[in-house]
């Protein structure tokens, strides 16, 4: 998947940190689809759950990479 792909799936006013900049910089899907090169591949949308599954984040990774963006 391109990361626009995994960006459309999810909604404009989520809230994501960048985990591979230092002070984890937050922004919103919207900031994250004007700033970033839309086209990359090699991304995908993991579902992470917490509290026994009673919470559930989204996270977009690079398939074998460094960058790493979860919802906060």
Request: net charge positive.
């Amino acid at each position: 998947m391109t990361i626009g792909e995994c960006l459309n799936m999810l909604h404009d006013s989520v809230i994501l940190i960048d985990l591979t900049r230092p002070g984890y910089p937050t922004l919103t899907v919207k900031q994250l689809k004007k700033t970033l090169p839309l086209d990359e591949d090699g991304y995908e949308v993991r579902l992470r759950s917490f509290n026994f599954g009673r919470t559930q984040k989204r996270s977009i990774a690079r398939i074998g990479g460094p960058n790493l963006w979860n919802e906060s």
